[in-house]
């Protein structure tokens, strides 16, 4: 069966950095996820660096097609030394995900990636050799990953999280391993995961970061795919068409605007159940068509969706991101189920222009649901989903 | 009696929260819970006009949050016959 590999990271500086020394990188390919994580020597600009370039050399050229031992050769080639330490160093490791689930990990100087099935760590020791690549001892490891496992890299500030300040040797890794095992059974997502991990983390430094700390997480997930439709077609006679290709596309129905919600309604001989539960009171309550996951308003949910996601795409990410993540309102909702429960969207979007927009309490585009749709396909993209989109 | 308010886009920012709310409390200051039931309803078409679409059954009325008691008195109550 095909997976789909759902990766999420996140990362705190030192404390008083304003740069992190901790790069992750996330590429894909049409049938694998590349995962990159680089830990810059030292810390702040210089970090940076070495970590950016370790990071996106590497990430670039396994894209291309090059082979590892070829990209670490140019790392080590092309790193500028460090006039300190005269070192030029980074340390790495590198995932590839195949959609079968099979992993190429390549790991140097990092701690060892933390693989969890069922909440339980898992040993990698007979899946992995030392091997001599470019002049580096690396470990490099062959397994399979099935639907529901669970990869975490680290950099080493998670492992020494909190030494000399709330533990005299830092968490260590056997009981940083635990404890993601344990969050792998009450956290299910992989963004869930990295953020309650860097959580802990901070708060085992006591807010005061003493090394740059990132988690990065793969997790395995079946395909699911969420069809949304959105405004109705130019052409009235196209109502029962675009219906019709909406439910029998498979995967997560989701309907968005009023109209929208009544054409769907009408054409399946279904009826409309509207609350009048405000949980949030700048939004409008959402709705219930049987057979349909989640009915809301439109451009205003909207705009609050893809102001949702486009937090999380710029890293502002933390507990209280999930909270609002968590919230009783058609856009949360929406955002949660593309950013936890969606490996694809499929949009079907009408494009008529809806008289109730000439209001003058919304702006004057009347192209404005088009424009959120662009966004949030967007944003989907960025999250590493493919998005498709049928206009009617 | 069954009195459908839009919460359409439009009409939500014509404020059909604040509609809602005014009419449940007159609803419960009159005592009136088994005789009247308030529903939503997405965008009823009526965005052209000023106010909320409010709809009693099938007849629409446009409310504004301000005219809302007066609506409650005159159409509501009158029909109730109260």
Same mark, same amino acid.
């Given at each position: 069966m095909k997976m789909h590999i759902d990766a999420a990271f996140k990362s705190i500086n030192k404390?008083?950095?304003?740069?992190?020394g901790d790069k992750v990188q996330i590429l894909r390919t049409e049938n694998s996820t590349i995962a990159v994580l680089a830990d810059g020597l030292g810390s702040g600009v210089k970090a940076n660096i070495l970590s950016t370039l370790t990071s996106t050399i590497i990430a670039t050229m396994l894209q291309e097609g090059a082979s590892v031992v070829e990209a670490v050769e140019t790392i080590a080639a092309t790193l500028p030394v460090c006039s300190v330490r005269k070192l030029a160093y980074s340390t790495f490791s590198i995932a590839q995900v195949f959609d079968d689930g099979r992993v190429d990990l390549v790991e140097f100087d990092n701690p060892p990636c933390i693989f969890i099935r069922d909440g339980e760590v898992m040993d990698l020791e007979e899946y992995s050799e030392l091997k001599e690549c470019a002049g580096k001892n690396v470990t490099e490891s062959h397994f399979t990953m099935r639907s529901g496992d669970v990869l975490a890299l680290v950099s080493d500030g998670v492992v020494y999280a909190g030494v000399g300040q709330a533990l005299n040797f830092g968490w260590n890794w056997d009981n940083v391993s635990a404890w993601m095992a344990k969050t792998t059974l009450k956290e299910h997502s992989a963004p869930r995961l990295a953020v309650s991990l860097i959580e802990a983390v901070n708060d085992l430094y006591l807010g005061k970061p003493g090394d740059d700390s990132t988690c990065l997480v793969l997790k395995a997930t079946p395909r699911c795919i969420v069809n949304m439709l959105a405004g109705p077609p130019v052409?009235? $006679?196209d109502d029962a068409r675009m219906v019709h290709d909406f439910m029998v596309s498979p995967g997560k129905k989701v309907v968005c605007g009023g109209t929208s919600a009544n054409i769907v309604a009408r054409v399946l001989h279904r009826k409309i159940e509207t609350t009048?539960?405000? $949980?949030?009171?700048?939004l409008p309550p959402t709705g219930k068509i049987q057979g349909i996951d989640l009915v809301t308003e439109g451009v205003l949910t909207l705009s609050r969706t893809v102001e949702i996601l486009r937090s999380y795409t710029e890293h502002k990410t933390d507990a209280f991101y999930f909270h609002r993540l968590d919230e009783d309102n058609g856009a949360a909702k929406i955002a949660k189920l593309i950013l936890e429960d969606c490996t694809g969207l499929k949009i079907f979007a009408g494009r008529a222009i809806n008289?109730?927009?000439?209001?003058?309490?919304?702006?004057?585009?009347?192209?404005i649901k088009m424009q959120l749709l662009d966004q949030l396909a967007s944003l989907v993209e960025q999250l590493g989903k493919p998005v498709e989109k049928t206009y009617y | 009696m069954e009195v459908t308010i839009c919460i359409g886009s439009s009409c939500h920012l014509k404020g059909s929260r604040d509609v809602i709310s005014i009419l449940q409390r007159l609803i419960s200051l009159n005592q009136l819970e088994n005789d009247v039931e308030l529903k939503g309803s997405f965008c009823?078409?009526?965005?052209?006009?000023?106010g909320v679409c409010v709809c009693i059954d099938g007849e629409r009325f446009n409310v504004t949050p301000l005219g809302t008691e007066e609506f409650f008195r005159t159409e509501i109550l009158k029909r109730l016959g109260k």
């Open positions: 404390f008083k950095e304003e740069l992190c052409d009235k $006679a009048l539960n405000y $949980a949030d009171p700048t008289p109730a927009h000439q209001n003058p309490g919304l702006p004057s585009d009347l192209s | 009823m078409g009526e965005c052209m006009n000023n």
